[in-house]
């Protein structure tokens, strides 16, 4: 299935883009994403505990099933204000 | 039903004190939040933010909400995004309540978890170069955009 | 040097806020006092303050000094005399810091001290009668000036 | 000496006008002023315990010499804001 995720702030740099897609087993969790990205690069190593999780639009966690198109959001410690 | 905004255009404290201004109201208390030419005792020449955008307006109306009810208040709240020019505001917070005390607390609360809580981040060019926030850290970034 | 005023005209919130911005400020905090339609369960047909004028305005110049000093602020006080129409701003502080607990702990320190120590007396007109407030009592007076 | 009393709020009511002028001995003191006030007019019979004092739009207090000329303010408790 495909997902799209999206990277905010540094995470963005690590990604290469704000935005990417990427293809996954049918069922797959957020917590299986990120082992796949850690290990396509080191820096997305230690993501999850230090990112807060999105999925379309609202927060979720390292369990969430993922589904075909959904959005997956990886957000760093907030800055706003 | 509070107002809150995302917008790249500049904040007018004003408008937003207009939208919180009942006849039920005695208090009014407002936060802006400028930005400055110094940051860890570094020059800031530039200075921009990002969100995620449905999330972060989506959890800011969440906030304010929090807050009407949480303090008998009304709550308006804009983030400004993308480039702020230095001195201009990048958050504006204004409440409206019966009593100053409430209005004084909410105004308090809505600006700090805010700050910890809504997908928002900054980014600060210096001379040496730019960086991203997160939470207490900084992050250097080639990103110049 | 803080910006004090006693005035009989309306206040306008932002004029008072452009008086404290400066570059070294990151946060800035307002509270502005409404004339309300009610007070104690009664409606309020009008409302009027008077003060002893010189030793008023010296009293908030000290006070917004204080706050000045004490909080590293820069303070802006404005405060409306005679008959304001309901829904009007009877009182206006506008507080810049460099950080916004700061800000938000010389607004409050400002108003609630202003209230409890500047001669300014309010006198509220209802249906039944007109009254003057002397802290936390109301006298019934025969003067409707 | 003349001495100038001003009296606000429900205080105004009670000495009939916001201004008034007094004939006191040389030296009299604020106290010695009260004192005289409250012969004057039972209802202004502890207005020193009430209200807070002002020589020539100063703080003051109850022992303060007054001089010719001077203004004497009576000060209800406050309700500005």
């Known amino acids: ?81 | 039903m509070p107002f809150v905004r995302l917008t790249r255009e500049p904040l007018v404290l004003a408008d937003l004190v207009a939208r919180v201004r009942t006849k039920e109201c005695g208090g009014y208390v407002t936060f802006s939040g400028d930005v400055r030419d110094h940051a860890s005792g570094k020059r800031v020449l530039a200075l921009s933010y990002e969100a995620y955008e449905p999330l972060a307006e989506k959890e800011l109306r969440r906030l304010a909400s929090d807050a009407e009810l949480g303090f008998s208040a009304i709550c308006a709240v804009e983030h400004r995004l993308g480039p702020i020019p230095i001195g201009e505001t990048a958050v504006a917070i204004a409440v409206g309540c019966a009593h100053r005390s409430e209005a004084f607390e909410a105004c308090r609360w809505l600006i700090d978890t805010l700050k910890a809580t809504v997908p928002i981040w900054k980014r600060e060019t210096y001379e040496d170069g730019t960086v991203w926030i997160e939470g207490d850290q900084s992050i250097k970034t080639d990103d110049a955009a």
Do not use: Q
């Not at chain 1, 996954?24 to 396509?40: P, Q, S």
């Open chain 1, 1 to 81: 299935m495909k997902i799209r995720a999206l990277f905010f702030a540094h995470l963005r740099d690590v990604a290469g883009a704000g935005e990417r897609e990427f293809e996954l087993r049918e069922g797959a969790t957020i917590l299986e994403f990120a082992e796949y990205l850690a290990g396509a690069d080191i820096r997305f190593h230690g993501m999850l505990r230090y990112a807060r999780l999105a999925v379309n639009g609202e927060w979720s966690t390292t369990e969430t099933v993922l589904h075909e198109g959904d959005e997956v959001g990886f957000l760093p410690p907030s800055s706003g204000g």
